[in-house]
């Protein structure tokens, strides 16, 4: 068990280019989850997913953000014309889950993003 | 009102002596909750999950549940300077779900 792994580690980006950032989960976890921290505050949930499917969408998420896991696996987020605004810590965590009880989430080291 | 609040701090206790840390929360049905240290610029870390009401220990830690007044907290018993931190509590509003954060309690233990 490799924990939660994501890369690019740091990115920084000019305003208006997109970026893509992957994550791979705990190995056989059926669960993925995206968040967004700011300095200060506390991760902001944006997707999850549930082997391949997208499960749920935060309401605040700008349609500019993407989300997929094609295969159950390993996850992308992307982010097109990106602002200033989306600079941020971009943290993904996984979980094995099946229903009917208690889920424990486990975070990878997250993507950190500056956009100039 | 946020649905999760803390008290941003910092809290600064003397090494060796007890931290607690509180946490509120505004959705009466939430079924799951968790504190998670993090340290800067590191990614949040799982301390300790609670989902029934009462006291629940692991180590030096210990956390707390009462639904009814909609508060959890989190004791640290013989603080050490390598738990000053950040302690995120999180609540999931149903089992199996995503995890709502509150701000986060600056914690500094000094030696």
């Known amino acids: 068990d490799t924990g939660v792994s994501q890369n690019p580690r740091h990115k920084i980006t000019k305003r208006g280019q997109n970026v893509t950032f992957r994550c791979d989960p705990i190995?056989?976890?059926?669960?993925l989850y995206w968040y967004r921290q700011t300095l200060g505050q506390g991760p902001e949930f944006l997707t999850y997913f549930q082997n391949e499917a997208q499960l749920e969408k935060s309401r605040l998420l700008s349609d500019r953000f993407s989300a997929e896991r094609p295969k159950g696996s390993f996850s992308t987020l992307e982010i097109q014309r990106t602002e200033q605004g989306d600079s941020a810590m971009y943290l993904c965590?996984?979980?094995?889950?099946w229903g009917g009880g208690q889920e424990t989430q486990y975070f990878g080291p997250g993507t950190r993003l500056l956009v100039l | 009102q946020k649905e999760v609040e803390q008290n941003s701090g910092p809290l600064s206790v003397p090494e060796g002596a007890i931290a607690s840390l509180n946490c509120t929360y505004s959705d009466r049905g939430s079924q799951s909750f968790f504190w998670y240290r993090q340290y800067s610029g590191k990614s949040p870390e799982l301390i300790m999950s609670?989902?029934?009401?009462g006291d629940k220990e692991d180590g030096r830690f210990t956390a707390q549940l009462n639904k009814a007044s909609q508060y959890v907290s989190l004791l640290i018993r013989d603080s050490q300077p390598s738990d000053s931190a950040t302690y995120l509590c999180?609540?999931?509003?149903?089992?199996?779900?995503?995890?709502?954060f509150g701000a986060g309690t600056i914690l500094r233990v000094k030696s």
């Open positions: 190995s056989e976890h059926n669960r």
């Open positions: 965590a996984s979980s094995s889950y």
């Open positions: 609670i989902y029934s009401n």
């Open positions: 999180a609540v999931s509003m149903e089992y199996g779900n995503k995890l709502v």
